[in-house]
Structures are given as structure tokens and as C-alpha cells.
């Protein structure tokens, strides 16, 4: 009873917006998040990701726990499920993007030359990706790479510290690797 208790007072000062129960729910329930992830994924990147996207949907929808129809970690456990499933149909859309890329590289390929035809491909699918970054992240990675500004022309043109810009493109980075990794044909690169 006393565990019931305890779940009742963290569900509702969780729903209140108190931030130590947040720590307190990740610190109980991050590494049950996690395992059904990479369990349900087979990916350790991919499975941090869903991690981190559990408790901040759990944190920014808290307004929607009601603590009185389920216990904090059941909740949690549903958003988890939730999130599990958009991260399989994300993976399927690349697969289906990347196949399409594919069949389009093949037709392409009788006319033009190999390289160009990755060189589409390669533009098809960091694009989709680029699309999938959170706004701020995008816009940054978007200057970069399409607009050929500097670090510091970024971090002026955005009005951002040029340590979030460097912090944005390192992240993003390792993201779109990950991601794309999973969508290269047969295994290459």
C-alpha cells in the first residue's frame, strides 16, 4: 500500500508541475522506458531517443495525467507504447523513401551517370530527414548546409551563442547518421 502511496503524491505533484518529481519519475522508471525500447527497436540510439521522447511528451502533456484513472507509471508506459509505434512507422516511411529513392535511382541510372544519381538520393534523403529535426535544430542545420554560413554567421543570424549552434549541428549530426544509416541500400553507404 505504502508503494500505491507513494505513486499517488509523485502522479500528483508531477501533474502540478513540480520538476523534482519529474527527476524522480525518470530516475524510477527511465531504465523500464528504455529497455522496452531497444527491446521493441534493437537499437541502443534509437532507444535513447524514445527514452528522452517519453518524458519530455509525459512532462509537456502532464496536464493530461489524471491520477485518479491510472498510477504515474502506467501512464507513462502508455505514452512509451505511443511513442514506440511513431518510431516504427518512421523507420517504415524511411524504408519506403529510401525504396522509392531507390527504384527512382534505378530509372535514373540508365540515363545518367551513378554518381549524380547518389548524389539525388543522398539530397532526397537528408531532406526528409532535415524535416524530421525539432524547428530550432532544423533552421540551424538548414543555414549551414544550404545557405554555407559559418558557425558564427549562425549564431548571429539566429541570435543564438555560438556553443548552441555547435551544439545543435554536433547533435543533429549524430541524428541524421543514425537515421540515415538505417535507410542506406543494402547495407551501403
Do not use: N
Not at 70 to 82: F, N, S, T, Y
Amino acid at each position: 500500500m505504502a508503494i500505491d502511496d507513494d505513486h499517488a503524491r509523485l502522479g500528483e505533484r508531477f501533474r502540478s508541475g513540480d520538476e523534482r518529481a519529474l527527476a524522480e519519475a525518470y530516475a524510477q522508471w527511465a531504465s523500464l522506458v528504455y529497455t522496452m525500447a531497444a527491446r521493441s527497436l534493437g537499437d541502443p540510439t534509437e532507444a535513447e531517443d524514445v527514452t528522452q521522447k517519453v518524458f519530455i511528451a509525459a512532462w509537456r502533456g502532464r496536464e493530461g495525467f489524471h491520477p485518479e484513472r491510472a498510477r504515474l507509471p502506467a501512464w507513462i508506459v502508455g505514452i512509451c507504447r505511443h511513442t514506440l509505434a511513431d518510431a516504427h512507422e518512421a523507420r517504415a516511411r524511411r524504408r519506403r523513401v529510401a525504396e522509392a529513392v531507390a527504384a527512382d535511382t534505378a530509372l535514373v541510372a540508365l540515363t545518367t551517370p551513378s554518381e549524380e544519381s547518389d548524389a539525388v538520393m543522398d539530397r532526397m534523403l537528408l531532406g526528409d530527414e532535415l524535416r524530421r529535426l525539432p524547428a530550432v535544430p532544423q533552421q540551424v542545420m538548414r543555414l549551414a548546409f544550404y545557405d554555407d554560413l559559418t558557425h558564427h554567421e549562425i549564431a548571429d543570424t539566429l541570435g543564438l551563442p555560438l556553443g548552441t549552434v555547435k551544439s545543435h549541428i554536433r547533435r543533429s549530426l549524430g541524428r541524421l547518421r543514425s537515421r540515415l544509416s538505417d535507410t542506406t541500400i543494402g547495407g551501403e553507404q
